[in-house]
């Protein structure tokens, strides 16, 4: 079964295969249709491209998506694959509540995973939870998302937490399908569990970076207890940008000989920042301690350090659907549309990151000032 959930309309999910498949089009064709046979107009993938193209163009909603694509000219239609509804070649583009409805009812696992990025040979991956806080309803909590993204934002695939559980439910589901040799997966302390360490070294052959709290209360007193003062190797940076400025140090001590409880642990890290506002002069200072497989020889501080940073920066990515998507203030509450969507908005960022786009924002207001042929082309329909 797909590893969604058992409702879902994929009998499986995509295989490595179905995935590495040349162009969206036929990649979306793997899905299920949800619908009905009698009274399709537009096939399931012209109707998801479509909802592709107008979301890189700027649309935030199914509405928008509709008037995105009712003005869009019969080239663009052709190019989508919207069929001709008579010999004259007249195109009717799909509605807003054609897409609203397939939205609705699309498997998410599977959509995720055909417009996610292949994480095999990447040096590093971040796992982080985001909650669509506008899907929430007097009857159910707003949709929970676990995402996995690659350096420079771009994202591999999510899954939806079950309603009443935590994202630490999803970890191994979200991955399972991936090749992860040698790939160094970093996550937050609420998935620093010792089966998640267990799985990835031993069934994914991967590698770990996990920040340690006091979720872990021995083992984050037992870090905090090291000899840190002496450690002698260390790593500090210093930078400014975006009004502040900051001051990082890095130290890490191999630990393989001090019996810590947790599977494959190497060394130990401890990261502290030290961070001035250069507006308000207010100083602000954090610590963080972190565990890894990785030996002193594999990853330096310098590296420590930066697999930290990366870590951090799939904060920007939900910031980006946030501010420049608007998915917080999104109302798609029904069914698996918060999932759907939310994939769709992660899809435009990782091709307007792959097609050069330092800032997002910047580069769908580039894909607006055409938008009938830019997203196109980002997309790379014929």
Known sequence: MCRQSATVCLTKSPTAAQRGVNGVTERLSVLRDPRN?????????????????????????CLAAGQWARHAPLDTLARLGVRAASPLGVRRAPSSST??????????????????????????????????????????????????????????????????TTEVTGFTKLLSPFDLAGVVVTADALHTHRDHARWLVEAKRAHYLLVVKQNQPTLHNTLRSLPWKEVTSRRYDREAGHGRRETRSVRTLTVTSLGLDFPYVTQAAKIHRHRTDLKTGKITRQ???????????????????????????????????????????SKIRTGHGPANMATLRSFAISTLRAAGHHSIAAGVREASYTPFTRPLDLIGLP
């Open 37 to 61: 046979r009698r009274g399709r107009r537009h096939s399931l993938a012209s109707a998801l491209l479509t909802a592709c193209c107008a979301v890189l163009a700027g649309a935030r909603s």
């Open 99 to 164: 897409i609203r409805r397939l939205l609705t009812l699309v498997c998410p696992g599977g959509l995720a995973d055909l417009l996610g990025c292949d994480p095999a040979g990447s040096r590093h991956l971040a796992m982080d939870g985001k909650a669509a806080r506008g899907s929430r309803t007097d009857a159910g909590p707003a949709a929970h998302l676990l995402s996995a993204v690659l350096e420079g934002g771009r994202t591999v695939s999510q899954l939806r937490a079950p309603d009443k």
């Open 287 to 329: 610590t963080v301690h972190a565990i890894t497989d990785l030996t002193a020889r594999a990853a330096s501080p310098q590296a420590i350090g930066q697999l930290a940073r990366a870590q951090w920066g799939i904060e920007a990515v939900h910031h980006v659907r946030d501010i420049t998507f608007g998915e917080d203030a």
